[in-house]
Each structure stands twice: as C-alpha cells, then as structure tokens.
T-cell receptor, first 113, second 112 residues
C-alpha cells in the first residue's frame, strides 16, 4: 500500500470549512484513498473513500486531484465535535482488498470557537 | 445495532502475565481485525480473522494470538506481557474483509 503524508496539526474556526490535505504520490491505479478520524479515547471512525472521482456524503467531501497524487478532505462547516485526529489511508480496493489498514500519524485538527 | 463491542474497557496486568481481550463484531459482519495503538501513535495492525482462521498478520510476535468463534466474535490473547504491551487495543469488523471497517471503543491495557 502506498505511503501518505499529512500535516501534523491544523486549526480551524468553528463554522468554517476545514480542508485537510494528504499527499500520496506513489499511489497505484487500483488503490483507493480512505479517510478515518479518531476522537480522543474512541475507536477510529470511517468518513469517506474514493478512487478518482470526487465523493460526498453526509459527513464530508473528498477531492482527489486528476493525477491522484494528492487529495483533500473537506468538512464543510466544522464544529467543536470535529476536533480529532484525521487519518488518510491508501489501500488496494476491489477483490484484492485484504482489509488491512495502515495508519500513519494523521493530522490533529483543532476546531476553535 | 450495538456496533462493535469490546470487553473489558480497562485492564491492569502485571508483567509476565497473560491477558484475553474480547470483541463482538457489528451485526452481520464476519471479519474481525485487531489493532494495537500506543500512546500518541496511529493504530498498528495485529491480525485479521475471517471464517475462523487467521488470514493476515502484522509484524507482531507469536505472543499475540487470537481466535474467532462460529458467531464471528473474537478473542485476542497476549502471553508473557511486557511493559511495552501497554496500549489501546482496538477491534474492527467488516463484511466482507475489504469493506469499510467499523471500530470498537477499545480496551486500554496497562502492564505494570
């Protein structure tokens, strides 16, 4: 699975959009980008995933660049409850997906009032 | 739906002892994975169980073993505990193995 690079920490004002970047320059054609977050003392929570098209669900939007070497997770209206560590993970999808998740250090997002 | 449940939530053991952690997957999920999360680090994959067999294993010694029961619940066993085994142990379930994983709240193990 390809390696990802994320900033160590970011701040965001409550009510504003939080944009979390992730670099995955060695991503392969059959690898998906997944985002999880972990609120303090809880288990990681799945947010969203995508292959090459932009994706949106009730929690967030995922923007993947055309060359797929980087992506951005967007929380449209951040709240204090969005304060967490956000993990960007790249892994093989489809029938070759073994389910193993390789977590890096993630980005600690601090949402401030 | 209760989601993924783990027991106990907290545990204190003495170095050299053995410990068993338990996990009940989300309803309908047949695959269980275990992760170890040291303080300040991201979770590290220990192993995955599917159809009552260990399907994948991370870089952990044989002191770490597991089991999956016919009802898909799972146990993680750690023998000869070391101080360095102190961590949050997370269980995740999915259906099928490569689908989105749902995590439990974890078991906080402290080895003294």
């Amino acid at each position: 699975d390809a390696k990802t690079t994320q900033p160590t920490s970011m701040d965001c004002a409550e009510g504003r959009a939080a944009n979390l970047p992730c670099n995955h320059s060695t991503i392969s054609g059959n690898e998906y980008v997944y985002w999880y977050r972990q609120i303090h003392s809880q288990g990681p929570q799945y947010i969203i995933h995508g292959l090459k098209n932009n994706e949106t669900n009730e929690m967030a939007s995922l923007i993947i660049t055309e060359d797929r070497k980087s992506s951005t997770l967007i929380l449209p209206h951040a709240t204090l409850r969005d304060t967490a560590v956000y993990y960007c993970i790249v892994r093989v999808g489809g029938s070759s997906n073994t389910g193993k998740l390789i977590f890096g250090q993630g980005t600690t997002l601090q949402v401030k009032p | 739906d209760a989601g993924v449940t783990q027991s106990p939530t907290h545990l204190i053991k003495t170095r050299g002892q053995q410990v068993t952690l338990r996990c009940s997957p989300k309803s309908g999920h047949d695959t269980v994975s275990w992760y170890q999360q040291a303080l300040g680090q991201g979770p590290q994959f220990i192993f995955q169980y599917y159809e009552e067999e260990e399907r994948q294993r991370g870089n952990f010694p044989d002191r770490f073993s597991g089991h999956q029961f016919p009802n898909y619940s799972s146990e993680l066993n750690v023998n000869a505990l070391l101080l360095g085994d102190s961590a949050l142990y997370l269980c995740a379930s999915s259906l099928p193995p490569g689908a989105e994983a749902f995590f439990g709240q974890g078991t906080r193990l402290t080895v003294v």
